[in-house]
């Protein structure tokens, strides 16, 4: 699962991973305790937080494949939504959620948060930061995050605390209640219980009297009143939808996802403790899979996968997951036919075809270079934003003889990064060698009118 991981010891209890092509992308630079956050990205944890959101997005009127939802590795309790359609819920607030609802009420009220305009001061306030400060994290910019390997890495990096210190997020009480509305509205709508969101504010409300350096980021962005409070339990009594239940595949998906969280997050024994061998569980075997996998115990993981493709033999996140503990041991020839079969399970799944791309160019074999380029091309398309495929898509241009694009893919990585020098001097070197009005000659040249224009000074 993990695409980057950048981990020095002590940091976190992942020090025994490394980069490798999977779906979760776990950055800490060494200061990253005490400079800022790194984001995660995962397609089956992904596709988790979108089957819950989609729902929700699509009744407040909002398209769900234009707000994109973001992982933040931090156990604290938070979420929060920026200016450009950008949702970001911690790892913290989902392993500590009991039922997919409660992360849906969460969603919810932060919907509410984009549909009531909510995000018209914070854009007045991030004016000068938004895509090339704000979106920067996810593109996974720093060269605190830059490890040299080839991994696919889609997305890791920084997010420094200025955003949270200078409490430019923060919400007003008025805002507040009317987010609540707003949320309980969109869930009465889709036919969903409010429990969760009531549920999740409980949690919170006993950290109301500690010192604020002591409460969750949540509550100092989210005022949390009594008022509030009451007025959900309000709406939990008269809706005729509080006592609905979550589907068994939402739940299912759920006790995957915190399984998944806690294999990679947490220390071996604590993962062994909280999924003793006696639960047989999927779930439980999925967390020491992952747990065994990442302290290198191949062999045992590897036993684990094997039981639960058994059982799901068309599982694609199963089938990627013991595709990267093969990838990770070298055995590159038995992996490959894994991400394949994921990838024609999960087609549209970008991270999925991001990371058989990046296995198709591991094997250094020629015949899988313009495969390779078809599925980067097509994760490509679909997060821009991400600097890493465009590496990757350098790399595979690169070894299929097409310099000019290799080099257009440079441009857009560095754009990615927030590099607007290279990116102009990359996109002047593809334009030589593309045919004038050509697709690809206009994106350079968009490159170029982004970054300065032609009288940069980066001339060569």
């Known amino acids: 699962m993990i695409n980057r991981l950048v981990a020095r010891a002590g940091c976190l209890a992942?020090?025994?991973?490394?980069?490798?092509?999977?779906?979760?992308?776990?950055?800490?630079?060494?200061?990253?305790?005490?400079?800022?956050?790194?984001?995660?990205?995962?397609?089956?944890?992904?596709?988790?937080?979108?089957?819950?959101?989609?729902?929700?997005?699509?009744?407040?009127?909002?398209?769900?494949a234009v707000i994109k939802v973001h992982l933040i590795n931090d156990n604290a309790i938070n979420a929060f939504v920026t200016p450009g359609m950008n949702m970001f819920i911690n790892t913290g607030l989902l392993i500590r959620s009991d039922t997919p609802n409660q992360v849906i009420g969460v969603m919810a009220h932060e919907t509410g948060h984009i549909a009531g305009g909510h995000l018209v001061r914070i854009q007045d306030e991030l004016r000068n930061a938004t895509i090339e400060s704000i979106l920067a994290m996810i593109a996974g910019i720093g060269a605190g995050v830059?490890?040299?390997?080839?991994?696919?890495?889609?997305?890791?990096?920084?997010?420094?605390?200025?955003?949270?210190?200078?409490?430019?997020l923060k919400y007003s009480r008025t805002q507040e209640a009317s987010a609540d509305q707003a949320g309980m509205k969109f869930l009465d709508e889709t036919h969903q219980s409010s429990r969760g969101m009531l549920q999740f504010f409980e949690k919170l409300e006993g950290q109301e009297f500690l010192l604020s350096g002591n409460q969750d980021p949540y509550l100092q962005t989210h005022p949390l009143t009594r008022d509030r409070i009451?007025?959900?339990?309000?709406?939990?009594?008269?809706?005729?939808?509080?006592?609905?239940?979550?589907?068994p595949a939402l739940m299912e998906m759920h006790q995957r996802m915190l399984a998944k969280l806690k294999?990679?997050?947490?220390?071996?024994?604590?993962?062994?403790?909280?999924?003793?061998?006696?639960?047989?569980?999927?779930?439980?075997?999925?967390?020491?899979?992952?747990?065994?996998?990442?302290?290198?115990?191949?062999?045992?993981?590897?036993?684990?996968?094997?039981?639960?493709?058994?059982?799901?033999?068309?599982?694609?996140?199963?089938?990627?997951?013991?595709?990267?503990?093969?990838?990770?041991?070298?055995?590159?020839?038995?992996?490959?036919?894994?991400?394949?079969?994921?990838?024609?399970?999960?087609?549209?799944?970008?991270l999925l075809r991001q990371e058989l791309g990046q296995v198709q160019l591991e094997t250094e074999d020629q015949r899988y270079v313009k495969p390779a380029i078809s599925n980067l091309e097509f994760a490509a398309g679909m997060q821009a934003n991400d600097p890493d495929v465009w590496r990757l898509l350098a790399i595979a241009y690169g070894r299929d003889n097409q310099l000019a694009l290799s080099s257009l893919a440079q441009a857009q990585e560095a754009m990615a990064s927030g590099n607007k020098r290279e990116a102009r001097a990359q996109a002047r070197r593809a334009m030589k060698g593309l045919p004038s009005g050509s697709p690809a000659w206009m994106q350079a040249n968009d490159i170029i009118s982004a970054t300065g224009g032609p009288e940069g000074d980066d001339d060569e």
């Open 14 to 64: 992942l020090a025994a991973a490394v980069a490798l092509a999977q779906s979760l992308v776990l950055a800490l630079p060494a200061d990253a305790q005490g400079r800022g956050l790194s984001l995660i990205r995962d397609a089956e944890i992904e596709a988790t937080i979108r089957a819950y959101a989609a729902p929700v997005f699509k009744i407040a009127g909002l398209d769900p």
């Open 146 to 168: 830059a490890t040299g390997n080839a991994g696919v890495g889609a997305g890791a990096m920084m997010l420094g605390q200025n955003v949270a210190q200078r409490n430019i």
């Open 230 to 247: 009451d007025s959900v339990q309000q709406h939990v009594d008269s809706s005729p939808y509080s006592d609905a239940k979550d589907s």
């Open 263 to 350: 294999g990679f997050l947490w220390p071996l024994d604590q993962v062994l403790m909280t999924y003793p061998k006696t639960d047989t569980s999927q779930p439980a075997r999925y967390a020491r899979a992952i747990a065994l996998f990442r302290v290198s115990r191949m062999k045992e993981a590897l036993i684990l996968m094997d039981s639960l493709l058994k059982e799901s033999p068309d599982d694609p996140f199963f089938l990627e997951q013991k595709g990267q503990i093969l990838f990770q041991n070298g055995r590159l020839a038995d992996a490959l036919p894994l991400y394949q079969r994921a990838s024609d399970l999960k087609p549209y799944e970008a």
